[in-house]
């Protein structure tokens, strides 16, 4: 398997599945990592029950996972997409970069390689840095903490000051 870059950029090809539906996206993920020798980057929530899985690896292993997951994901739910690209570029790992390497996590850690498993960018800058960031990534980390102080619709009504507030104040407990 490709072993990331010295920082964190995830190397070898880029496998995408994008699946509707838990059941579907849990099935994908474990035959995508059982079929070959690739890591699982990222899994991204996009719409309500829509995932798309990212890995990582050698271009045939990586082909190999897509076909295997996207056949299984199939037998239990629908596979809204799968691409495979051998040998992407740069822009396309920093258009990942929240979720894909440099500095992010993946939602489902590979082997432990990430610590807080959260499904949104880093927090490697601190607290500081939620002033940096959308809205909508805003709510993909307060999504991610699960605290009841703040959840469902009213995470999607929250003003941008408002998820701030939310994610210092569980920062400090």
């Known amino acids: 398997m490709a072993l990331p870059a010295p920082d964190g950029t995830p190397t070898g090809a880029l496998g995408l599945l994008e699946t509707l539906g838990l059941v579907a996206s849990v099935e994908a993920a474990d035959a995508m990592l059982k079929a070959a020798d690739v890591r699982l980057v990222s899994q991204q929530r996009t719409v309500p029950g829509l995932v798309t899985h990212v890995v990582t690896g050698e271009t045939a292993a990586v082909q190999s996972a897509v076909d295997a997951g996207a056949a299984a994901a199939a037998r239990v739910g629908r596979v809204a997409a799968s691409h495979v690209i051998p ?87």
Do not use: C, H, M, N
């Open 87 to 173: 040998s992407p570029s740069d822009g396309v790992w920093r258009l990942l970069a929240p979720r894909a390497g440099r500095g992010g996590a993946a939602s489902t850690p590979p082997e432990g390689d990430d610590a807080d498993g959260s499904d949104a960018p880093s927090d490697e800058g601190g607290a500081a840095d939620y002033d940096d960031r959308t809205v909508r990534e805003l709510r993909v980390l307060a999504r991610d903490r699960d605290d009841p102080a703040l959840q469902g619709r009213d995470i999607s009504r929250a003003t941008k000051d408002e998820l701030v507030a939310f994610l210092r104040g569980l920062d400090a407990r």
